[in-house]
Every structure is written in C-alpha cells, then in structure tokens.
C-alpha cells in the first residue's frame, strides 16, 4: 500500500497528529516566538513554557502517530492525551492572550481538543467493556 | 490575579492533566488496552479469512466459468468443422455442375 492508501485509511487521525508534531517542533526550537497568543498570555516566562509545550506537543504527536500505524491503542491513547494537552493549552493562551483576535486558532484548536478528548474516551470505554467482558468470559 | 491569569491556569492544569491521564493509560489501563488491541487482531483476522473466502468462492466460480467456456468453444469448432465438410462438398458439386454445363455447352455448338 502507497502512502496515499495509508494516508486514506485514517486521515484525520494522521494529519491532527502531524500538525501536533510540526506545531510542537516549532514551538519547541523557535520557543514563544510561534504564537503571540502565548507571549501575551504567558508574560515573563512564556519562552520556557512554549519550549516545554512545544516538546509535549510533539512526542504527543509523534507516539499517537506511531500507535496509529502500528495499530497499538496502548501507545496510541497516551499520545493522544498529550496531544489533548497541547491542543487544550494553545487553545486557551490563544484566546487569553489576543482576545477576539485569537478566536479563529483557539475555535480549531478548541474543536481538535474536544474531538481528541472524545476519541481517547472512546477509546478507553471500549477498552474497559471489553475487559470487563473477558472477566465474565474467562 | 484577574481572569487572563485565571485561564492561563486553567490551561496550565489542562495540560498537566492530560500528562498524568497518559501516564493512567499506560500505567493503569495498559492490560485492557493490550486486550482490545488483541481483540482489533482479531477482527482484523476474521476480515481477513472472510477475504479468502470470498475470493476462493469467485476463484471456484470463474474456473466453473472457463470450463463452460471451453465447452463452447468445443462445440463450435465441431460445427466449423462440419460447415467446411460442406462447403468442401458443395464446392465439389459446382465444379462437377460447371464441368457438366461446359460439356452440354460445347456439344450443343
């Protein structure tokens, strides 16, 4: 299967955890300098907080896209948490920090939360029934 | 403090919260997780057999297919045979009819 094939097999899943690992590259090397949401909200020591949300950001990204295409939920679900917290943190700085100016980032990246913190709930419920489910069966 | 320092906090917590809700699901949940993933094998498995099936099935179907279409093939080549067994014979015939006509043609004169 070409790329394309995997790429078609779960496209949204693969690019919310690419953008997280681009975002959180960048946020990791340039710093606060990636959003003015965040220089804002975070005064005096937002440079150090986007290097480390920055580095969340990514390794969240990187291990959900690795579970992803290894089809393994138990490395999957942590990355996607990570990237949650990224998403849920950008988010809120975004909007704290540029007011009406930062709706249109912290609209995405809000939805992305709900929709990431949706997915891994998901994701953990049928992990619990199927558990529960082996208990009585075994 | 007032409400921007509020929510900076809030996100703050946000993500310290999903760090320690990553670290539930590798910690806590790592065996219920491992045992869907076991089950998604497994379904991934019964998709898979259920392919082979289908695909033997159309295999069984299109040899049944070509041995029909063999047959056929058969059957015409008999007839193609026997048409040009009369053709041969009607062709025959002719040049006879002609040798004759040309015979009568010539003693007639």
């Keep these: ?138 | 403090m007032n409400t921007a320092d509020i929510i900076v906090s809030i996100a703050q917590v946000a993500a310290g919260g999903t760090i320690v809700q990553a670290m539930v699901a590798v910690f806590r949940r790592r065996s219920e997780l491992r045992q869907l993933d076991r089950q998604s094998d497994s379904v991934a498995v019964d998709t898979a057999d259920q392919v082979v099936t289908m695909l033997r099935r159309e295999l069984m179907e299109s040899r049944e297919e070509l041995a029909d279409v063999k047959q056929d093939r058969a059957n015409l080549q008999r007839q193609v045979g026997t048409l040009s067994e009369h053709v041969s014979k009607v062709s025959a015939d002719l040049a006879v009819a002609r040798a004759d006509l040309d015979r009568f043609r010539s003693s007639s004169t």
Aim: charged share 5%; net charge positive.
């Design chain 1, 1 to 138: 299967m070409g790329w394309r094939g995997l790429l078609s097999w779960n496209p949204f899943g693969t690019m919310i955890a690419v953008a997280a690992i681009v975002l959180g590259a960048l946020g990791m090397i340039i710093g606060d300098g990636v959003s003015q949401g965040m220089t804002n909200s975070l005064a005096g020591h937002a440079n150090v907080i986007a290097h480390l949300w920055g580095a969340m950001f990514a390794v969240g990204g990187l291990v959900n896209l690795y579970g992803l295409y290894a089809r393994r939920l138990v490395i999957e679900v942590p990355g996607l948490y990570l990237i949650t917290g990224g998403y849920a943190f950008y988010c809120l700085t975004v909007i704290t920090g540029l007011q009406t100016q930062g709706l249109a980032a912290g609209t995405i990246s809000g939805a992305l939360t709900i929709g990431c913190v949706l997915k891994a709930h998901a994701i953990m419920n049928r992990a619990r029934h199927v558990a529960q489910e082996g208990g009585e069966a075994a």
